[in-house]
């Protein structure tokens, strides 16, 4: 396939509302939310954050699909499969009203602070630092880049031209933190703890299934890192399957994640140049449903071990063994 790469700032819309399609490493494209052309109830706009070792993940969720929102924590063991903390603060018809940002990378604070749940992410010259509170539970946690690259891709949805989907993920961040439940505290240490940025912005089909796998490791002493999907929107012209190594990215084309009707049994991820073939072993499945107004959404995010290989533009191949990450299948009616 022949994927387009960015290579010229733009917009992420055209005067008409359709999206500019292609994928670059850096930001190369301008979001302005005025540029769409749907009713306002279509637009959904999230500020994802996963920060996770080797036993523990926790996740900040921000966002909303207009007419209704979330502000969100989830804490767990996915090596023991329990729940430390979990809290889904839900708004109705928020709209415009959270202020998500507009570029991921630019210097913010986006906040929220009413009915006992405060949330605040911050962006500083590129430090990250995500903060939360409500009852017994508190966190910290401060994110740094170890890979200036990143995946960003603007794709469209057949169903409509001004429907499209503007992502933004940065893994290889390195995480260094705490939470707090209960007087008990749970350290996130830079030494084997990193952070993914999960930046989305757009006008997708109400009925939508999707694939994605994101991970960051060490291998042979470099950070590594990858991320994978299938499912969201034509991906004729780009695709977000990325590898991260030393600093680096380096392109893939399309992608297949498969697995069994048992959740907890083996998933295969490939790619069709043979550049990519993992194997995901599962310890836990962190199965989640969002049914509220519109929305029906379905999601099981399957945490366990990564083994397989990775090939790197210049032919390199890495042994993948042990590393620690997640794959999910999702089925959204929002």
């Known amino acids: 396939m022949q994927q387009h790469l960015f290579t010229q700032p733009g917009f992420v819309l055209d005067a008409h509302g359709r999206p500019n399609p292609g994928y670059s490493t850096r930001p190369m494209l301008t979001y302005r939310r005025g540029d769409i052309h749907a009713s306002p109830f279509r637009i959904k706009e999230w500020d994802f954050y996963q920060v996770s070792n080797q036993q523990l993940c926790l996740q900040f969720t921000f966002g909303h699909a207009s007419y209704a929102g979330e502000v969100g924590i989830m804490l767990f063991d996915f090596r023991k499969g329990e729940w430390i903390e979990r809290f889904d603060h839900m708004l109705a018809l928020p709209?415009?009203?959270?202020?998500?940002?507009?570029?991921?990378?630019?210097?913010?604070?986006?906040?929220?602070?009413?009915?006992?749940?405060?949330?605040?992410?911050?962006?500083?010259?590129?430090?990250?630092?995500?903060?939360?509170?409500?009852?017994?539970?508190?966190?910290?946690?401060?994110?740094?880049?170890?890979?200036?690259?990143?995946?960003?891709?603007?794709?469209?949805?057949?169903?409509?031209?001004?429907?499209?989907?503007?992502?933004?993920?940065?893994?290889?961040?390195?995480?260094?933190?705490?939470?707090?439940?209960?007087?008990?505290?749970?350290?996130?240490?830079?030494?084997?703890?990193?952070?993914?940025?999960?930046?989305?912005?757009g006008v997708w089909p109400f009925h939508n299934e999707w694939f994605w796998s994101n991970g960051t490791g060490e291998i042979d002493g470099s950070v590594f890192g990858f991320n994978l999907g299938c499912g969201f929107g034509d991906t004729s012209r780009a695709t977000e399957n990325m590898l991260f190594y030393a600093g680096k990215a380096h392109k893939l084309g399309r992608v297949s994640i498969t697995h069994e009707a048992d959740w907890?049994?083996?998933?295969?991820?490939?790619?069709?140049?043979?550049?990519?073939?993992?194997?995901?072993?599962?310890?836990?499945?962190?199965?989640?449903?969002?049914?509220?107004?519109?929305?029906?959404?379905?999601?099981?995010?399957?945490?366990?071990?990564?083994?397989?290989?990775?090939?790197?533009?210049?032919?390199?191949?890495?042994?993948?063994?042990?590393?620690?990450?997640?794959?999910e299948h999702a089925v959204n009616n929002w």
């Open 264 to 327: 907890m049994q083996p998933w295969r991820l490939q790619d069709d140049a043979g550049r990519i073939s993992l194997t995901l072993t599962p310890t836990y499945d962190r199965t989640t449903k969002t049914k509220i107004l519109f929305i029906d959404n379905v999601c099981h995010q399957v945490f366990g071990r990564f083994d397989g290989f990775a090939v790197l533009d210049d032919g390199t191949r890495l042994a993948v063994n042990e590393l620690y990450a997640f794959a």
């Open 95 to 201: 709209f415009s009203s959270l202020h998500m940002p507009a570029d991921a990378d630019a210097d913010q604070t986006l906040t929220f602070d009413k009915d006992g749940v405060f949330m605040e992410y911050q962006v500083q010259s590129g430090v990250r630092t995500l903060r939360c509170a409500k009852d017994d539970f508190e966190a910290k946690i401060t994110l740094t880049r170890e890979n200036p690259e990143a995946v960003l891709i603007n794709i469209p949805f057949a169903e409509k031209p001004t429907q499209f989907y503007y992502n933004h993920k940065i893994n290889c961040m390195r995480a260094e933190g705490w939470a707090r439940k209960g007087g008990k505290t749970y350290t996130f240490s830079p030494a084997d703890s990193f952070g993914l940025l999960d930046w989305g912005r």
